[in-house]
C-alpha cells in the first residue's frame, strides 16, 4: 500500500507532462482562424475625422488589405514601412484607427505617411469585437467578394509578407507584388 502512495502522485504528474508536452509540440491543427474563408463581418465604424476617403467595405472593387492599427502601438510603427512600401506597389490598404484619438493618428501618418486608400475609425473597440481582434496591428487579406482570406496577428515585414500574406493576396487575385521593395524588418 505504502508503494502505491508512493508511485500515485508520480504517475499522475508524469501524465500531466505528457498531455503538456503533446498539446504543446504535437501535431498542429492548422490553427484556422474562424474568419478566414468567410465575409468580413458587418463592422460598426465611424467616419475618420479629416478624411475624404472613408472605408467602406460594401464599396471596395477587388481585393485589398485591412489593417488595424494605433499610433500608440509600437508594432504598429516597425509596420509602417512595408505598408508604405505595398502601397507604392498599388495595393489597396485600408485603414481602421484603432482605440485613438485622431489627432494622434493623423499625426503618425503626416509624420510617417499615409498608405490607406480609406480610413474610418473604431474609437470604442468595436469593430475589433467583430474582427476577434487580439490586439494592434492586424492585417486581413480580403477578395473581391469580400472574403477574408488571411489574417496576420502582428506587424507585417517582408517575411510575413512572403510566407503568409501574399500566397492569399494572389489567390484573392491581387496585383503581382515586389517582395523585395518591402523593407526587411531585423
Same mark, same amino acid.
Given at each position: 500500500?505504502? %508503494?502505491?502512495?508512493?508511485?500515485?502522485? @508520480?504517475?499522475? $504528474?508524469?501524465?500531466?507532462?505528457?498531455?503538456?508536452?503533446?498539446?504543446?509540440? /504535437?501535431?498542429? =491543427?492548422?490553427?484556422?482562424?474562424? @474568419? $478566414? /474563408? %468567410?465575409?468580413?463581418?458587418?463592422?460598426?465604424?465611424?467616419?475618420?475625422?479629416?478624411?475624404?476617403? =472613408?472605408?467602406?467595405?460594401?464599396?471596395?472593387?477587388?481585393?485589398?488589405?485591412?489593417?488595424?492599427?494605433?499610433? *500608440?502601438?509600437?508594432?504598429? &510603427?516597425?509596420?509602417?514601412? #512595408?505598408?508604405?512600401?505595398? #502601397?507604392?506597389? /498599388?495595393?489597396?490598404?485600408?485603414?481602421?484607427?484603432?482605440?485613438?484619438?485622431? #489627432?494622434? #493618428?493623423?499625426?503618425?501618418?503626416?509624420?510617417?505617411?499615409?498608405?490607406?486608400?480609406?480610413?474610418?475609425?473604431?474609437?470604442? /473597440? &468595436?469593430?475589433?469585437?467583430?474582427?476577434?481582434?487580439?490586439?494592434?496591428?492586424?492585417?486581413?487579406?480580403?477578395?473581391?467578394?469580400?472574403?477574408?482570406?488571411?489574417?496576420? %496577428?502582428?506587424?507585417?515585414?517582408?517575411?510575413? *509578407? &512572403?510566407?503568409?500574406?501574399?500566397?492569399? *493576396?494572389?489567390?484573392?487575385?491581387?496585383?503581382? $507584388?515586389?517582395?523585395?521593395?518591402?523593407?526587411?524588418?531585423?
Amino acid at each position: 500500500m505504502s %508503494r502505491l502512495i508512493l508511485w500515485t502522485p @508520480l504517475t499522475v $504528474v508524469a501524465l500531466l507532462l505528457g498531455v503538456f508536452a503533446v498539446a504543446l509540440f /504535437g501535431p498542429d =491543427d492548422g490553427g484556422e482562424d474562424p @474568419l $478566414v /474563408g %468567410r465575409a468580413l463581418p458587418a463592422l460598426p465604424l465611424e467616419g475618420f475625422p479629416g478624411r475624404t476617403a =472613408d472605408f467602406d467595405p460594401s464599396a471596395v472593387e477587388g481585393p485589398y488589405l485591412l489593417n488595424v492599427w494605433a499610433s *500608440w502601438c509600437a508594432p504598429c &510603427r516597425i509596420e509602417h514601412p #512595408a505598408l508604405m512600401a505595398l #502601397a507604392d506597389q /498599388g495595393v489597396p490598404i485600408y485603414g481602421v484607427a484603432y482605440k485613438d484619438d485622431p #489627432a494622434n #493618428a493623423t499625426a503618425f501618418l503626416n509624420q510617417l505617411g499615409d498608405p490607406f486608400a480609406g480610413l474610418a475609425a473604431d474609437p470604442e /473597440g &468595436r469593430a475589433a469585437i467583430e474582427l476577434g481582434l487580439t490586439g494592434a496591428p492586424e492585417t486581413f487579406v480580403v477578395d473581391g467578394d469580400g472574403v477574408i482570406r488571411a489574417r496576420w %496577428r502582428g506587424a507585417v515585414d517582408d517575411i510575413t *509578407w &512572403r510566407r503568409s500574406l501574399a500566397p492569399a *493576396w494572389r489567390e484573392a487575385g491581387g496585383s503581382p $507584388v515586389d517582395a523585395d521593395a518591402i523593407p526587411q524588418v531585423r
